[in-house]
């Protein structure tokens, strides 16, 4: 089974652009969650999908954004990026959003603002 | 609140067993799991405990659960270089989705 694929993995980008990552679940799998990793802040959660539907939100400005398709893909959107925005974003899915269901992560995306 | 908390770093010798340590604050968290995150790459999950268990053994990996105190251990028997890595405890927060709290993550570092 193929495990969770996100894109693109490196990204490049300047102050006020916006952007739009992309992830791809396992098989199967309809939840899809997204965390923001860096060195000072470490892993913080932003949102949680489960069959399209948004079902947590971290503590991020109304930037960031997201949404789910109905084939449980997913992308989130950072607009007017900040310098701050620099960081790794994984994704993670699992076959639903509750119990103890394990969450597989896919190897993330970096993005660099500048 | 949610708040996770682990020491910054560990250093053992090839063969000898390493303990990494965690304390949570939310008492209501039902899974609580550790994770491995190798350089330049995602987190895989090593393991998880329900809350209402004090121990789980998987092969080299042995979770510790002390509820009362909120703290949770990882202890890594025969230590190999291939385990250096940052590893991450998480609490699940205690509503119905999935949404993980991480602590800092602690650097692992195997000495030959």
């Known amino acids: 089974k193929a495990g969770v694929t996100q894109t693109p993995r490196y990204l490049i980008k300047t102050r006020g652009q916006q952007v739009t990552l992309s992830c791809s679940p396992i098989s199967g799998h309809r939840s899809v969650s997204w965390y923001q990793q860096t060195p000072g802040q470490g892993l913080q959660f932003l949102f949680e999908?489960?069959?399209?539907?948004?079902?947590n939100k971290g503590n991020f400005p109304g930037r960031f954004s997201g949404r789910q398709f109905s084939n449980s893909r997913s992308e989130m959107n950072v607009s007017t990026l900040e310098l701050g925005d620099s960081a790794l974003y994984l994704c993670?899915?699992?076959?639903?959003?509750?119990?103890?269901?394990?969450?597989?992560f896919g190897p993330g995306t970096r993005l660099t603002v500048l | 609140g949610e708040d996770v908390e682990q020491s910054l770093f560990l250093s053992v010798r090839e063969g000898d067993s390493s303990v990494i340590n965690c304390t949570y604050t939310d008492s209501s968290s039902t899974y609580l799991y550790w994770y491995k995150q190798e350089p330049g790459a995602g987190l895989q999950l090593l393991t998880y405990?329900?809350?209402?268990?004090d121990m789980k053994q998987d092969q080299r990996l042995t979770v510790l659960l002390n509820k009362k105190d909120k703290h949770l251990s990882l202890r890594i028997a025969d230590t190999q270089t291939g385990d250096s890595a940052i590893y991450f405890c998480?609490?699940?927060?205690?509503?119905?989705?999935?949404?993980?709290?991480f602590g800092s993550g602690t650097r692992l570092l195997v000495r030959p």
């Open positions: 999908y489960f069959s399209e539907t948004q079902r």
């Open positions: 993670a899915s699992s076959q639903t959003s509750g119990g103890v269901n394990e969450q597989f």
């Open positions: 998480a609490e699940k927060a205690g509503d119905s989705s999935y949404k993980l709290i």
């Open positions: 405990i329900f809350s209402n268990m």
